[in-house]
């Protein structure tokens, strides 16, 4: 491991000027590159206290063992330069997207005298038009047997066509009308190039004009009695219509745009493009790459253009490309695009309208192939396998750990604090077994005693089921699976056998109180560790340092998701409890009363204690109450009894203005409105 000291450049050295740099390693290998409005100070960040850097920037400068840089005359030339190196030296520590899949396009060979259409992968040739990419191989072959009624262009291999041309015989497509077999010479070869050239002006959206033509002919051959012909290209604008149901409008105003989005955690990322032309959604990719730098999302968004766009020219660049984030600076990468293109491309955030919603459902289909990415990556079952060897071998267990049991607190502010537990066996999950807790020892805030009060009830029902036959009382499983937590008589199940590792998400702390715990009661054959969050580090009982396992561990990717997996199911409970409680009032009892007309009430009187003071008349003024509603409403409100006033406990005062503890406050109410999701920042 090199101090990058020892590589630094003298003062002075480095130019202030933009350019692209390289870090090699010991062995001349490029590690990493990067670019840079000013060289100068864009460097002396990577030689700064190395406590200092972000551990992924920390790993990358002690692995290197020199700096070199090369000057250029602007930032685009800069943005050039380092797609060119990256696609050269591949560095191990630069974002690189990987695809998902290989992803097919429809292609039409219009550098043949005799164009053809067809399935193509891969790299891009010179002179062939492509459409897409497309999901399926079976969805371009599904849309080219639609079109092909009207538009008969060559589908064959260059075999299967020199066959037809040495014996003078068409293949069966030319038989049925779906070729115009130029073949056998019953269409020339300019007549078949334009049909293709039509074919390619069809699938680029220019679709409104050809279909009027057919419309307009359709009705001249009905006009001289010509039913026949007039039947059949009916029959071609009913198939060109199915054809492009087969891509619904998403954009009203024609729009040619491309749609990026990205999903992402701490480690990974996954990038979802939806290509948009003539205002129809005509293909889509995904990406997925590992973080191993330190990078923002207008940083991935950058590499993803580079990478959609780095190959492209012409109107395979579109007008305008929409972002979740910009780069920065965004106009280098503006003017890049523009140059790849050869006139102006918009690259904005979209902000409200039809483009706004389009974005979203990307984001959506972005996150979903991030889940996807994961579940596929830990379904594997020689990949759980090496993982759990990794944790036995790590946290030096005699064993691998086939069941692992995670606990996680939550809480709002010291309010609702609960926690839970979930449970992987094997490495996956198996949700019956996962179980809520209500932190009932104690109130207020304080994550160390919640962990050891929920490891002790939790082991202590373990040694009593070991002696006689218990049951889980005080915890609440998961109400989304609570029927297969029951058993035949309707009682919670029981666990079988205890974990042969316990993980906690915390660190030194929480894993001494989980300790403790187990040893209060007498356990020692069950391993304990923690997972801090902030940089991934496995802590162990009465050790001072962590564990760093490898940030490509299978072994540390099975910990994230234990931890993560007990985090969401505790936020989960967390949040429906504090719903709960929001929600709970006097307006509640009132049949009838939804939502919105409890709010209309407190907006008019302002509190729940106005209300009650008002007449029956009063209450009817608000809109949407009538009298036999308002006279249920005053029934309910006396019946309920008002609450003891708040008293202030550092001056002795009555504070009797509102009452506390309603929930259907106005929209400016501090206690209601908006608390969970201004607060959500908050939840532990």
């Known amino acids: 491991m090199a101090d990058p000291s020892s590589y630094r450049p003298k003062p002075g050295q480095i130019p202030d000027s933009p350019g692209v740099y390289r870090f090699r390693d010991e062995h001349r290998r490029v590690i990493y590159v990067g670019k840079a409005k000013s060289l100068r100070q864009r460097l002396a960040n990577y030689f700064q206290d190395v406590a200092g ?196 409008v998403v954009l009203a105003d024609a729009t040619d745009a491309d749609l990026i989005a990205v999903a992402e955690d701490e480690l990974e990322a996954a990038v979802q493009i939806f290509h948009v032309r003539g205002g129809r959604v005509r293909g889509q990719r995904g990406w997925v790459t590992d973080k191993v730098e330190d990078v923002t999302t207008g940083a991935l968004v950058e590499h993803a253009l580079q990478q959609l766009y780095g190959e492209e020219t012409g109107d395979s660049v579109p007008k305008e490309v929409l972002v979740p984030a910009l780069p920065e600076p965004v106009e280098p990468v503006q003017e890049w695009l523009t140059g790849r293109r050869g006139s102006n491309v918009s690259l904005r955030i979209p902000q409200r309208g039809d483009k706004k919603a389009l974005m979203e459902t990307v984001e959506r289909n972005a996150q979903q192939a991030l889940v996807l990415h994961k579940t596929k990556r830990a379904s594997d079952l020689t990949t759980r396998s090496r993982a759990l060897e990794e944790i036995a071998e790590a946290l030096d267990l005699d064993s691998a750990p086939l069941r692992i049991e995670c606990y996680d607190i939550s809480h709002l502010q010291g309010d609702d604090v609960v926690a839970s537990m979930v449970v992987f066996e094997d490495g996956l999950q198996r949700k019956s077994e996962y179980r809520r807790f209500q932190i009932k020892g104690f109130e207020g805030q304080d994550d160390v005693r919640s962990m050891h009060e929920v490891i002790t009830r939790r082991f202590r029902r373990y040694l009593a089921e070991k002696e006689r036959t218990g049951e889980w009382v005080d915890e609440e499983p998961d109400g989304d699976l609570g029927q297969g937590l029951k058993d035949e008589e309707g009682r919670p199940k029981r666990f079988a056998y205890p974990p ?10 929480q894993v001494a109180a989980a300790k403790r715990a187990l040893d209060e009661l007498g356990i020692d054959d069950i391993a304990v560790c923690g997972l801090a969050k902030r940089l991934e580090e496995v802590w162990l009982p009465d050790d001072d340092d962590p564990v760093v396992l490898p940030r490509s561990s299978e072994g540390l990717y099975l910990l994230q998701r234990v931890r993560d997996e007990a985090h969401r199911f505790a936020i989960t409970y967390q949040r429906t409890k504090r719903a709960k409680r929001f929600r709970a009032g006097p307006l509640d009892e009132v049949p009838g009363l939804g939502e919105a007309r409890k709010q209309a009430l407190i907006k008019h009187f302002g509190s729940v204690k106005r209300l009650r003071a008002a007449t029956i008349e009063q209450i009817c003024e608000v809109p949407g109450i009538g009298r036999k509603t308002a006279e249920t409403i005053a029934v309910a409100l006396a019946q309920a009894a008002p609450p003891a006033p708040a008293v202030n406990t550092a001056t002795g005062e009555i504070i009797d203005d509102e009452e506390p503890g309603t929930t259907t406050g106005s929209p400016g ?13 908050q939840e532990t």
Not at 672 to 680: H, K, L, M, Q, S
């Open 53 to 248: 850097l972000h551990p992924r920037t920390r790993t990358m400068v002690t692995t290197a063992a020199s700096v070199e840089w090369t000057v250029v005359s602007t930032e685009v030339e800069a943005l050039q330069l380092e797609y060119s190196w990256i696609k050269e030296y591949d560095p191990r520590f630069n974002v690189k997207y990987r695809d998902d899949k290989s992803y097919p396009y429809l292609a039409v060979t219009m550098n043949e005298q005799f164009p053809r259409v067809q399935v193509m992968r891969g790299h891009k040739k010179k002179g062939v038009r492509y459409f897409g990419p497309y999901a399926h191989a079976w969805a371009i072959r599904d849309t080219v047997d639609l079109l092909l009624r009207v538009f008969p262009v060559r589908t064959c291999s260059a075999g299967v066509f020199k066959n037809a041309a040495r014996t003078g015989r068409p293949c069966l497509l030319g038989y049925i009308g779906k070729c115009s077999a130029p073949c056998v010479g019953r269409i020339p070869a300019d007549e078949h190039w334009e049909l293709a050239d039509e074919f390619c002006d069809f699938m680029a959206g220019r679709t409104g004009a050809y279909l009027r033509r057919l419309e307009k002919q359709m009705m001249e051959a009905a006009e001289e009695m010509e039913y026949e012909r007039a039947a059949r290209l009916r029959d071609d604008i009913e198939a060109l219509k199915k054809a492009m149901e087969k891509n619904a």
């Open 500 to 509: 042969q590792l316990v993980v906690v998400d915390g660190g030194q702390p």
């Open 669 to 681: 109410d501090p206690v209601t409105a908006g608390a969970p999701e201004e607060r959500r920042g």
